[in-house]
């Protein structure tokens, strides 16, 4: 998910019920059964980067703090390395940013996203027709 800059907030999730119009990818890459990188860690990353803390980018994903820190954890063993740079509670607060390699691997993610879904414009829209004629009831 890219954010948008001038977007101040955090409720920019539509309602998962909504049916969308038009098809999309998700990509996923799979390290192992238990080390994955999908659009949703990648979005944390972003939201953290946007709003300065792990506590504040968690709400904007729907998830508890814990949930959050557990998917940046996760990273961390995908990399051998944190994703984030991080300051300690006090008067002015913790914080946290992706750091280098967190924000490599948000680079790196949107890109091959990009390319993806470049590679694959054609066959999805294919799907998408088909996928459209059967809902309203025409052969494929």
């Known amino acids: ?6 977007d101040k907030t955090c409720d920019t999730r ?3 019920r ?4 038009v098809a999309k990818l998700a990509l996923r890459i799979v390290f192992d059964k238990t080390h994955k990188i999908g659009p949703g860690k990648v979005a944390l990353l ?3 980067a946007e709003k300065g ?11 508890s703090y814990r949930q959050a820190w557990l998917l940046i954890k996760n990273l961390e063993e995908i990399f051998g390395a ?19 390699l967190g924000r ?27 996928a459209n004629k059967q809902r309203n009831g025409s052969d494929a």
């Open 18 to 21: 909504e049916r969308r119009d």
């Open 1 to 6: 998910r890219h954010i948008d800059p001038a």
């Open 82 to 100: 944190p994703v984030l740079d991080r300051a300690t509670g006090g008067k002015s607060g913790g914080g946290a940013a992706p750091n280098a």
């Open 46 to 48: 972003e939201f953290i």
């Open 14 to 16: 539509k309602d998962k």
């Open 53 to 63: 803390s792990i506590r504040a980018a968690a709400p904007c994903m729907d998830m």
């Open 104 to 130: 490599a691997i948000m680079e790196r993610y949107r890109r091959m996203e990009r390319d993806t879904a470049t590679a694959l414009a054609k066959d999805l829209k294919a799907l998408e027709k088909l």
